[in-house]
């Protein structure tokens, strides 16, 4: 069975740019996560995703959006990138948004590696 | 701002040794989750505990809990040079709360064993 997959892998953008991640979900889960890792850091939640509906929220500003399609795929969009931006950018997909049992751990992707010049 | 810390930040033992990091956090929980990643790769779940659980092994790993002193232990048992990688805890917060699944991640403790 397919993992989680992401697209692209690398990516290098410019200031002020705006870029598009993809993430396809393990089938069958319908809840997706977005985390940031910048280098040397622990991953921080940006979003969640469940039914196409926005489920929680990190603390990130307005230029990070994201969405999630018929098929429980997700995108995650970042607008005027800045260089504090460049990251790697994990998805994660899980059954469904809540709860605390292993039927329910978040499976991740290999990340999208953004760099912003 | 990360919630949990983990120290060491690094750790390097020799194969055969055991590798013991620890994570502290700061807030209510539901569990608390180990994660490894290979060279920034993605992550890889290797263990989950509850809040009303104190211990649980997997394999070589052990993990503890203690949400008295909001802390938590992972012991991997006779390492091998392909546990190089970092580890995070990541805690889940409780149920109820607006946050749905967000896992909470620590800085990491990047740990190299040596052949």
């Known amino acids: 069975d397919a993992g989680v997959t992401q697209s692209p892998t690398h990516l290098i953008k410019t200031r002020g740019q705006q870029v598009t991640l993809r993430c396809s979900p393990i089938?069958?889960?319908?809840?997706v996560s977005w985390y940031q890792q910048v280098l040397g850091q622990g991953p921080q939640f940006i979003f969640q995703y469940y039914e196409k509906e926005e489920r929680g929220r990190g603390n990130f500003p307005d230029r990070f959006s994201a969405r999630q399609f018929p098929n429980y795929s997700s995108e995650l969009n970042v607008n005027a990138l800045l260089l504090g931006d460049s990251a790697l950018y994990l998805c994660?997909?899980?059954?469904?948004?809540?709860?605390?049992?292993?039927?329910?751990?978040?499976?991740f992707g290999p990340g999208t590696r953004l760099t912003v010049l | 701002s990360q919630q949990g810390e983990e120290d060491p930040q690094a750790l390097s033992i020799q194969e055969g040794e055991n590798a013991t990091m620890n994570c502290s956090y700061k807030?209510?929980?539901?569990?608390l989750q180990w994660y490894r990643q290979n060279s920034g790769r993605g992550l890889v779940h290797l263990i989950l505990?509850?809040?009303?659980?104190r211990e649980k092994h997997s394999g070589r790993l052990r993990v503890t809990l203690d949400t008295s002193k909001k802390s938590s232990s992972l012991l991997i048992t006779a390492s091998r040079a392909a546990d190089t990688a970092s580890y995070f805890c990541a805690t889940r917060p409780l149920r109820g709360e607006t946050s749905g699944s967000r896992l909470t991640f620590g800085e990491g403790t990047q740990l190299t064993v040596n052949p």
């Open positions: 505990i509850r809040s009303n659980e």
């Open positions: 089938s069958g889960h319908k809840s």
């Open positions: 994660a997909s899980s059954l469904s948004p809540t709860g605390g049992t292993p039927y329910n751990e978040q499976f």
């Open positions: 807030t209510s929980i539901n569990n």
